[in-house]
């Protein structure tokens, strides 16, 4: 009968620990929303307005997060001194409260947290072949995650129109610098012309292209009749200005 009772009265304690623990545990969880919001804010402070709206943020991690309320906000200031700030990634910030008065710091936090950035930016409609050019209706405004973007970005589809693929891009990806380039006006082994400008005088011959490129883009061409080789800025109508 003894045992009964001791093995009833540790059941019956249990489950008073488990809801002064699951009560303990949601205050403490109700606690960091508010702390979560001034962190947010302070940092975001330091972001352009431009780019705010397009801030994520998640992973809050607390080591004793204590409750921030109007009235201790009233009594004691809040300062919060962000480590590693950058645009994305992980970031510590160190949160104190001191008296207003007398400067006393009454608690010291830090909070760890991540960042995203995800913007709208052009991005393949549908897959798109190799030296394909690029037209209105093969891009789509997609959010993608920009600092994972390392070879540059259009955010509308006015600059990318007209460019050409350098290679295969999957349908869904961001049309970048790396995977687009301008339209190619001479390709690799072309006949251009080579234009020479010195003291007022203009010769011209011709040269090989030795590699494909766009309007304006300097390319090496080949002196067919002296073999040498030459930096050109790439003309209209397959001509080539020596640099």
Do not use: W
């Not at 943020?57 to 700030?85: C, D, H, R």
């Not at 760890?112 to 789509?140: L, N, W």
Request: glycine content about 6%; some cysteine; aromatic content about 12%.
């Amino acid at each position: 009968m003894f045992k009964i009772k001791t093995f009833a009265f540790i059941i019956l304690a249990a489950v008073l620990l488990s809801v002064i623990f699951s009560d303990a545990g949601f205050a403490y969880a109700a606690k960091k929303p508010n702390l979560k919001r001034i962190v947010i804010k302070s940092y975001l402070s330091k972001i352009p307005l431009k780019f705010k709206k397009y801030f994520h943020f998640s992973n809050f991690a607390y080591n004793i997060p204590f409750k921030i309320t109007a009235g201790i906000l009233k009594s004691y200031s809040v300062s919060i001194a962000i480590n590693n700030l950058k645009y994305s990634g992980y970031h510590t910030a160190i949160i104190k409260i001191s008296d207003k008065k007398s400067g006393t710091i009454k608690g010291i936090d830090d909070v760890t947290f991540k960042t995203e950035i995800y913007a709208p930016v052009a991005s393949a409609a549908e897959t798109i072949g190799r030296f394909q050019i690029i037209k209105p209706g093969d891009v789509k405004i997609s959010y993608k995650n920009i600092p994972g973007l390392n070879d540059g970005y259009y955010l509308n589809d006015k600059n990318i129109a007209g460019r050409e693929a350098k290679f295969f891009i999957a349908a869904g990806s961001a049309l970048t610098k790396a995977n687009t380039e301008r339209k190619r006006i001479i390709n690799f082994g072309d006949t251009v012309n080579i234009i020479y400008k010195s003291s007022g005088l203009i010769l011209k011959t011709k040269g090989m292209a030795l590699q494909a490129g766009a309007l304006n883009s300097v390319i090496r061409v080949k002196n067919i009749q002296s073999g040498t080789v030459l930096n050109c800025l790439l003309k209209p109508y397959k001509s080539v200005a020596v640099r």
